[in-house]
């Protein structure tokens, strides 16, 4: 996340979570602002999460 934003299948092969707990607190992290996300136009289903303030 560090080098920009990430979708969730690579998230998914480094983080050791099921594909819905990983989804379900990437959500929870978005509500509280904590990490945005993105999404194509042309491909709305198409999200990427990044860490804007990480070091």
């Known amino acids: 996340m560090r080098d920009g934003p990430v979708r969730l ?16 607190n990437l959500r929870k992290l978005e509500s509280a602002g904590l990490i945005p996300y993105s999404s194509s136009a042309a491909d709305p289903l198409c999200r990427a999460w990044s860490c804007g303030g990480c070091r």
Do not use: I
Not at 9 to 24: C, M, Y
């Open 9 to 24: 299948g690579r998230l998914g092969r480094v983080v050791p979570a099921t594909r819905k707990v990983l989804t379900e």
